[in-house]
């Protein structure tokens, strides 16, 4: 097979990296994956040719099946032409390494030391010699997987009778006896669905002791937290996978109400109920939130059937589809879907967790930014634009550039038209070898990423950028603000796309101004940084503030850098009114930043 080489990337299929960044080069690559389909496969990229001339004529079982079916040779595709077919099939082997700590949780550990280990069975057990016992017949040191492999193999041999109830006994214990429960905290194997009380969703203890109310979050439950470095990297690839397997891939019965929304069922004339609100289809949560789904109608179910059979980059692709920016969502920023999972009794399926660790996945491969970065622009999964249309002549302004922005940059982009986004913050600029933009606003040529990582900066150490509105200025750490940076080069690197920091629409540019320049539509996307001025007595006596300006002040002044000079001053204590997100962030960042501050004093 044929090499063209870059500086550091060799493509196979006779492609260059730049290609993979223009229209044409997108259409020569979907062409040469149908044909390697068509050599693999012949009646599978049959239907994939037929599906695309008319996506509207499959069901969307046949639809869900089709993309699942052809998810492994996406993943199969991917690893030739990166060259990382090693890398990839390593991938998979971890997650099929994983599969027996799934089946063992469910068949073993829910299903029977679950229900027919007693309590009164545990009333001798001794955890330390099961334990001991247990090590000396795996033949290596405890782990939950291996619990898991042993128990597996013992189940197939009648002779291992002693061994297996042992493994119940030990099982029944660390599922529920406290001790048990505080040695597999932070495991996943020895746990079942806890029931869900809407009214105590956070398990705090109440002290009454001082006279009043005051909720504490057990020892276990809690984290250390100092400074300003991201506080929360998620699940790891064990945790994403007990998500997957969890998820009863309700797809297949077309009853995914993570992605269309729980649907009330109405009864009365077709006509009447079709002219009803669209809120008046779903059910609602008991504090009266519409359980519509995700927005965005992401195939969750089918990606995480893709998952669970250890396909990492055909889970993404199915994700990419209606959701392209995923870096943008998922843990620590929505979680609809999850509201409106099928488990409404108990936990639901955390697919915030999921879908985040399934995009690290990708881009923890060799290249994986590239890759992430080529599904945002050829995704043969989508049967309606696998490649960018053809060239519309349209242009279009974007103002804003926070989430709506950049989401709808890309879309318009994918859509044939031309995009310039301005945002009213400064835009900090990137290396030219890694946006392809030098200083002057010149295209230059830009380098393939190898490694994710080199992109990423410490959160406590990063430099605000100016991209990404709200999710910049207005999430705290909880958040990997790298992301961004992630969004940012996907658009920034097309010739489609130019964006301007610090241009305020209406004062520096007016819509006349927009229009003579030669846009043909603005789009306002706009809106999230707007001031909120409560209407209340005193709102603006010395030491009130909304918290929201105190977030925003937080993040755009830098001021919780140690070398920062910014003036925001916070006395203890604080007092938060609202128990909401935006009242949790200012109770954390509060705490967080008097230190800060104090030491900056100080020193
Ligand atoms: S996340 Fe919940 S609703 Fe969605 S497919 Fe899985 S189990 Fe069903």
């Known amino acids: 097979m044929s090499r063209l080489q870059t500086p550091m990337l060799s493509l196979a299929h006779g492609l260059r990296f730049e290609q993979l960044y223009q229209r044409e080069g997108l259409c020569a690559l979907d062409a040469r994956f149908l044909a390697w389909l068509e050599a693999g496969s012949a009646p599978l990229a049959q239907a994939l040719r037929a599906a695309r001339e ?25 690893g030739e032409l990166f060259d990382i077919a090693d890398a990839v099939r390593a991938l998979t082997a971890r997650h099929n390494a994983l599969a027996p700590l799934y089946e063992c949780k469910r068949q073993f550990v829910q299903r029977q030391a679950a229900t027919k280990v007693k309590p009164e069975a545990l009333a001798g057990f001794d955890p330390v010699a099961a334990e001991h016992a247990l090590v000396e017949w795996f033949g290596e040191p405890f782990s939950e997987l291996t619990f898991a492999r042993a128990v597996a193999s013992w189940q197939n041999e009648r002779t291992m009778a002693d061994r297996l109830a042992v493994a119940l006994h030990y099982a029944a214990w660390a599922l529920t006896i406290p001790a048990g429960r505080a040695r597999h905290l932070h495991g996943v194997l020895f746990k079942t669905p806890h029931r869900t009380d809407p009214l105590h969703l956070v398990p705090v203890e109440t002290d009454t002791t001082a006279g009043y109310n005051a909720f504490t979050l057990g020892a276990e439950h809690q984290r250390h937290r100092e400074g300003f470095a991201l506080t929360d990297p998620g699940t790891d690839l064990v945790g994403a996978l007990d998500q997957a397997h969890y998820c009863i891939w309700c797809h297949h019965q077309g009853k995914d109400s993570c992605s269309k929304g729980l649907k009330e069922k109405l009864k009365g004339d077709p006509a009447e109920q079709a002219a009803l609100p669209a809120a008046a289809h779903y059910k609602k949560s008991p504090f009266k939130v519409t359980l519509a789904g995700c927005p965005l109608e992401e195939r969750i179910s089918e990606f995480h059937e893709v998952k669970a059979q250890g396909h990492a980059i055909g889970a993404l692709a199915l994700i990419a589809i209606d959701n392209p920016m995923v870096p943008a969502t998922g843990h620590r920023i929505c979680n609809d879907c999850m509201k409106a999972c099928i488990y409404q009794k108990t936990e639901p399926v955390n697919i915030p967790e999921s879908e985040t660790r399934t995009l ?24 309606r634009r696998p490649v960018p249309k053809t060239p519309s002549g349209r242009r279009v302004l974007v103002v804003g550039l926070g989430p709506a922005g950049f989401t709808l940059a890309h879309h318009l982009m994918n859509d044939g038209h031309v995009v310039a986004g301005i945002d009213g913050l400064k835009i900090e600029p990137l290396p030219s070898e890694l946006s392809g933009v030098d200083g002057h606003g010149r295209r230059v040529p830009f380098r393939p990423i190898r490694d994710v990582q080199d992109l990423y900066e410490s959160l406590d150490e990063r430099v605000m950028a100016g991209f990404g509105g709200v999710a910049e200025y207005g999430i705290t750490v909880r958040w990997n603000k790298n992301f961004l940076k992630i969004i940012r080069l996907v658009l920034e690197r097309r010739t489609e796309f130019a964006m301007f920091g610090g241009v305020r629409f209406g004062g520096t540019l007016t819509a006349d101004d927009a229009f003579a320049m030669g846009f043909d539509h603005i789009a306002l996307a706009a809106g999230a940084g707007r001031p909120t001025v409560l209407d209340m007595p005193n709102g ?39 128990g909401g997100l935006t009242a949790v962030d200012t109770a954390t960042e509060s705490l967080a930043y008097y230190p800060v501050q104090v030491e900056k004093f100080l020193v």
């Open 360 to 383: 690290k996945d990708v881009l923890e491969l060799p290249w994986g930014f590239e890759i992430y970065s080529l599904l945002t622009r050829w995704n043969p999964l989508d049967l």
């Open 54 to 78: 008319c996506p509207d004529a499959l069901d969307p079982a046949a639809e869900a099946a089709l993309l699942i079916e052809l998810s492994p040779w996406l993943d199969e595709f991917v």
């Open 540 to 578: 603006l006596a010395r030491g009130v503030r909304t918290a929201s300006d105190f977030l925003m002040g937080l993040q755009l002044t830098g001021a919780a850098k140690p070398d920062s000079i910014a003036n925001m001053q916070v006395r203890l204590p604080v007092v938060v009114i609202g």
